[in-house]
């Protein structure tokens, strides 16, 4: 068909050729969502604000939410974050708003009202999904509420990385001053027409984020189909499961790559984990290879095999809609075709690139701090019902319950949430010890530390005041007397 509108632009979609899959009806509603947070380190920084939009599968509004708390005690805000949100110190200690732990109790309420649904950000699979999740696992609660029990997830960028290469022309795509296209949401919206005055407040960004989802979907209705597609890990396996070909299309260092692939091996150990390889590489040059050569392979570049996630809405598109910048392209078919029947007929091949993935990363150190062991294992069922009874009791009682529970990270996270929310029924000694890590935690001198402390953000600040002026210049002094307080009250605690 032929997609047509108001900048005069139109898409070829030769169906035929592509072999999309027919459009199927939906049913399920969207949740669009966009947090505001202390910065970009989503281990170790924190969210400040939450905002959803509920819609139906049209797109239509059905409800909204959204909810602002205070700063967390350990959490040292970025001043360039707070800069582009527009958030202030006072903002950040305003007594009338909820604690962190309030606001994440009443955001997994409402999203647990509105599921199931598709969740849907701007950069929110990479971005605000990890620090909802990071969010949910330091307050005790299950982390993957976006992705179990009926939900998906999907990601609007992403939608627009495959409208730019599967439907050009569909949506304008701003460039820098290197020609190179821009994905970031304000500059997306302004070049389509769409106001978005407040960019950087998360309501504003869910609007904008849902008018660009409309775009996609009205003017490549094929490219929004197969990402919904992909928006769960089983729509990803049956896809991947019936193509013996097809196209891969990721974006990083500011640049989007597509490959022509075959389905080449599974992780054994994870069924979320697919191996492809590029057909631009001849595959007899790899099917003898031991498995531990086979990690090597995996961990080179550029990437014969390369891994694909499953549960991350990765860009699969039919073999024919492949770009013309594809190397496997300058292969003849009939080679092309060759290199699949070799891969799909090598079971043994298979096995081995599988075992490779599994091996990959088998003998790294568990990371030292507990915020970077989410993904180490699932909680036993006890320590879940304690973590369920935790939520439920008295803060008195929940003292007991933290020393009961076998998960050394879940047991630091409820003495932490204790000294946050009520430190009256800690001992004297415990709550001297949290003191001083959080003390430690925010005045440490040592850079190498993986979060925002006062140190690093007065240096933050000086650079950014070089070049402020107006209201930035304001707000970057109150952020400085801010952080020059802060540090003060815990070194003379």
């Not at 959490?75 to 604690?99: E, F, G, K, Q």
């Not at 409208?163 to 949401?185: K, Q």
């Not at 996609?216 to 490219?223: Q, Y």
């Not at 075959?262 to 992780?267: A, E, F, I, M």
């Amino acid at each position: 068909g032929r997609l047509s509108y108001e900048t005069g632009a139109s898409v070829q979609i030769d169906l035929t050729t592509y072999n999309w899959s027919p459009l199927q009806e939906s049913t399920m509603p969207y949740v669009f969502y966009d947090t505001e947070t202390t910065g970009v380190e989503t281990t170790f920084d924190q969210i400040l604000q939450f905002a959803a939009i509920r819609t139906d599968d049209d797109l239509n509004e059905l409800d909204r939410f959204n909810m602002r708390c205070r700063l967390l005690p350990h959490i040292v805000p970025s001043p360039v974050a707070l800069r582009v949100t527009h958030v202030t110190p006072a903002m950040l200690t305003d007594p009338t708003l909820p604690s962190h732990y309030q606001m994440i109790r009443q955001i997994r309420d409402k999203l647990l009202e509105w599921s199931p649904a598709t969740f849907i950000g701007f950069n929110s699979i990479d971005f605000d999904e990890t620090l909802l999740r990071q969010a949910f696992f330091q307050t005790l609660y299950p982390a993957y509420l976006t992705n179990t029990n009926g939900n998906a997830r999907s990601d609007v960028m992403r939608i627009t990385h495959a409208a730019s290469i599967y439907a050009p022309g569909s949506i304008a795509v701003p460039t820098d001053n290197r020609g190179r296209p821009v994905f970031r949401l304000n500059e997306l919206t302004l070049a389509n027409g769409h106001n978005h005055d407040e960019a950087h407040e998360a309501m504003a960004d869910v609007v904008a984020t849902i008018f660009v989802a409309r775009l996609v979907r009205d003017r490549a209705p094929h490219v929004w189909q197969a990402m919904t597609r992909t928006a769960t890990k089983n729509g990803v396996k049956e896809y991947v499961a019936k193509q013996s070909t097809f196209s891969l299309t990721e974006r990083y260092f500011g640049r989007t790559h597509s490959w022509l692939v075959t389905p080449c091996g599974r992780n054994p150990d994870y069924d979320g984990q697919f191996a492809v390889f590029d057909l631009s590489f001849d595959p007899d040059n790899y099917r003898s290879l031991s498995v531990d050569d086979l990690v090597k392979v995996l961990n080179a570049s550029p990437k014969a095999i390369r891994s694909l996630r499953a549960n991350s809405q990765p860009i699969l598109m039919p073999a024919g809609a492949a770009p013309d910048s594809t190397k496997a392209l300058r292969i003849s078919p009939e080679e092309r075709q060759r290199r699949v029947d070799v891969i799909q007929g090598d079971l043994e091949f298979q096995a081995r690139v599988g075992q490779a993935q599994a091996l990959r990363f088998k003998d790294e150190e568990p990371p030292p701090y507990v915020e970077q062991r989410i993904y180490g294992g699932f909680s036993t069922a006890g320590d879940q019902s304690l973590m369920e009874q935790f939520h439920q009791t008295d803060w008195s009682e929940r003292v007991g319950l933290a020393a009961e529970i076998h998960d050394p990270r879940i047991g630091e996270f409820a003495r932490r949430l204790i000294y946050f929310e009520r430190p009256d029924v800690l001992s004297d000694e415990q709550s001297a010890q949290l003191g001083a890590w959080i003390a430690e935690r925010v005045l440490t001198e040592d850079d190498s530390v993986p979060w925002m402390t006062v140190k690093k953000a007065i240096r933050e600040a000086d650079a950014l005041c070089l070049d402020a002026n107006g209201e930035d210049a304001d707000l970057l002094e109150q952020i400085k007397e801010f952080l020059y307080g802060f540090a003060e009250r815990l070194g003379s605690a």
